[in-house]
């Protein structure tokens, strides 16, 4: 198993406080990311403007020979609808 924790941070913007990031298994052999819902996500969480996040999640494991699991991708959006979205003003960076 492969633990990965990321620290996110959430840019200062008057019409954005909040945003949802979700983070969803990637497929090597489709060289791209499945989209996912929230119970079959390897993590969701919310992050609040200027209070820095860290978040742990379990890679995927091995499928098969040629999907050889720990390929993951970062999902964000805007807490409610009416809010600002640009994925620029989410950063992360790895801790671990």
Known sequence: ???TIYQLNLKKNKFCI???VRVCEASLVLDQCLACIWNSSL???TIEQGNPQDIEFT???ARDEREHGGKFCIYVAPF???MDHN???VT?????
């Open 87 to 89: 994925t620029n003003f």
């Open 59 to 61: 890679c995927t494991p």
């Open 43 to 45: 993590v969701t969480t």
């Open 80 to 82: 409610f609808e009416e």
């Open 92 to 96: 992360w960076s790895s801790v671990a």
């Open 18 to 20: 909040y945003k949802v």
């Open 1 to 3: 198993m492969i633990y």
